[in-house]
């Protein structure tokens, strides 16, 4: 079988072309916060290498994701295309990996919130945690109402997210200031240009995970072609200039890794843009979250199917048609998670999708091979070779930025430690998944490794 059945039967309301490219902007970016520390780790190279990093860790991404999500535009997204090209257990590999490293990637989305509506509620950071608490579980609430209000959300975001922006270029194009060279909070070594690395590289995941819900989307093939490009061309215009203009601006870099892009507006056109750019900032943290649990809420419900996870993950709710389920049990996780500290989950995010994006690069080739007449509406216009040379740049990034963070001095060694465990923690729940009598009922002695 080549996936999973659709979680419901009955028809629902599927999701267009424009609100996919909204929650496909938020699943990946949401706007250039949490890109601020960038100048600080790397200083006038800050520009060059978000305009080189991008082409060479995201585009082999890209371009494996819209083959892979032309050939099986199924529920399950990811998971699906590495159990058909490899099998059951690296698909649980995969399952895991992208479960663990999004749990600790949501928890500081609610801490973001807080941090912005500070601007305007100054003594809010004495209930951060209930602010927190109470963020999680209303985004989960619009989530189980389904993929459409959460689409339309996103939509009514990106207007929030992107409109201060523009406001920013314009005050920044009519206010000109002198150009300054930014003085680094830390030393040009190799710890900080895999911090740098990582930072760019966070603010560039994703885009495998807006394909988890590829059965609700309408005409998914074409729609997720062009929404994934115009949310590419939007996320790299907006960070190169945004970081240029921090630069051009003669702010402090470890200022501004501190107080954000709101004080970044009123610096460079006064608090009213500031206070536009904290609401943008609440935007984007709301938009985040939403799609990010959007997506890795139905793999956990698609493993339940291959008795992978208990089957109540497969529970459909009787109105909305959603798996409600999934989603709690992720709520739940993410508010016991919900202080983690940014440097971290940089690190930590970055090795396990990393492992998960290795997994998707070897199963292309591998059904290249394994389902050569299979439909392709898009194809990578590679044979096996150049598909290896195609995925080989980023490795590249992916080893310069981890081995930055296990050789260096600074602060990237002990979360690279703890996410290498977290990798090898898939074999580990594995050998226990795959002794459960249910799982090998179902499976009947199929099971690879």
Known sequence: MNSSPPLSKKKFRKLAML??????FFTVSGGPYGIEPLIGYAGNWSVPLLLITPLLWDIPCILAVLELNGMMPVEGGYYQWVKRGLGIR?????????????????AIYPVFFVEYAAFFFPGIEAYKTPVCI???????????????????????????????????????????????KVVTVHNPDFSSLSMALYTIMWNYIGWDNATTYAGEVDRPVKSYFFSILLAFAAIYFIYAAVTWLALHSGIDAGEFADKGIPFLGALTGGEWLGALLSIGGMASMLGIFIAVLLSVSRVPAVMGQDRLLPKAFTRIHSRYETPW???????????????RPLADLLVIDISLYGAGIALEFIALIRLRKKAPEDAR???????????????????????????GALLGSGQGFKPAIFALAAIFSAHVAWLIVRRRKNFVEHHQGIVDG
């Open 377 to 403: 509406p898009f194809r990578i216009p590679f044979q096996k070779k150049g598909l290896i040379i195609l995925f080989i740049p980023p490795l590249i990034v992916f080893s310069i930025a981890l081995s």
């Open 19 to 24: 609100p996919l490219a909204a929650v496909i």
């Open 134 to 180: 109470d963020m999680i579980w209303l985004n989960a609430a619009l989530n189980i109402r389904g993929i459409v209000p959460v689409g339309k959300s996103a939509l009514m975001l990106t207007a929030l997210v992107m409109i201060p922006f523009l406001l920013l270029f314009f005050a920044g194009i009519i206010h000109p200031v002198h150009v300054v």
């Open 325 to 339: 389920v999934s989603i709690v049990v992720c709520a739940v996780v993410v508010s016991l998670l919900v202080l």
């Open 90 to 106: 690296w698909a649980f590999y995969e399952g895991w990996w992208t479960w663990l490293y999004t749990f600790v990637d949501l």
